[in-house]
T-cell receptor
Framework: SAVISQKPSRDICQRGTSLTIQCQVD?????MFWYRQQPGQSLTLIAT?????????ESGFVIDKFPISRPNLTFSTLTVSNMSPEDSSIYLC??????????FGSGTQLSVL | KQEVTQIPAALSVPEGENLVLNCSFT??????LQWFRQDPGKGLTSLLL?????REQTSGRLNASLDKSSGRSTLYIAASQPGDSATYLC??????????????FGQGTILTVHP
């Protein structure tokens, strides 16, 4: 399966700032997905990132808060904007490969003070 | 709207035991169901994927079953080892195509296998 590298692995940020999370895949993939896991909660899909088009956001998530870039078939970024303590979560990128299995990066542990 | 529930929330067993993790879902029109393990700092690892047309999948000591009519899936782990200690998540997809990648996750079962 593809190798998914996610950076940073963790960060501590101040309220009101923004953080950009990078996801690099070692092979070309059509669809990439961004998930959030809040403390003690399960994973929730934020958006689907397609190359060459705008990301598709799930209910409750908006582009102004979570802008996504997908410049090519191996790379995507998720920005968490104007952060508040409620944004403290693990953010994970994922890809589909080999049928409909999803594979995940190692995640970014974000803490907002 | 699909909802996924996992019980128990936590399980502690001695090494060598066989164990079963349970997952239930509300919408029987499930497209496929996937089991993952989550290790701290390592993201999620895909274990098994069961399509809606299948009843079970096996990989090594792991066996996952799917019963759409009852809305249940189980993950059976044989001869458990301390290295199996992790959080196990099940996730359902309600469609392929444009809904591909939209998984509904359960909250997980934290498994501890002690020597």
């Amino acid at each position: 399966s593809a190798v998914i590298s996610q950076k940073p692995s963790r960060d501590i940020c101040q309220r009101g700032t923004s953080l950009t999370i990078q996801c690099q895949v070692d092979s070309q993939v059509t669809m990439m997905f961004w998930y959030r896991q809040q403390p003690g909660q399960s994973l929730t899909l934020i958006a689907t990132a397609n190359q060459g088009s705008e990301a598709t956001y799930e209910s409750g998530f908006v582009i102004d808060k979570f802008p996504i870039s997908r410049p090519n078939l191996t790379f995507s970024t998720l920005t968490v904007s104007n952060m508040s303590p409620e944004d403290s979560s693990i953010y994970l990128c994922s890809i589909g490969q080999g049928g409909e299995k999803l594979f995940f990066g190692s995640g970014t542990q974000l803490s907002v003070l | 709207k699909q909802e996924v529930t996992q019980i128990p929330a936590a399980l502690s067993v001695p090494e060598g035991e066989n164990l079963v993790l349970n997952c239930s879902f509300t919408d029987s029109a499930i497209y496929n169901l996937q089991w993952f393990r989550q290790d701290p700092g390592k993201g999620l690892t895909s274990l098994l994927l069961i399509q809606s047309s299948q009843r079970e999948q096996t990989s090594g000591r792991l066996n996952a079953s799917l019963d759409k009519s009852s809305g249940r899936s189980t993950l059976y782990i044989a001869a458990s080892q301390p290295g199996d200690s992790a959080t196990y998540l099940c996730a359902g997809a309600n469609a392929g195509g444009t809904s591909y990648g939209k998984l509904t996750f359960g909250q997980g079962t934290i498994l501890t296998v002690h020597p």
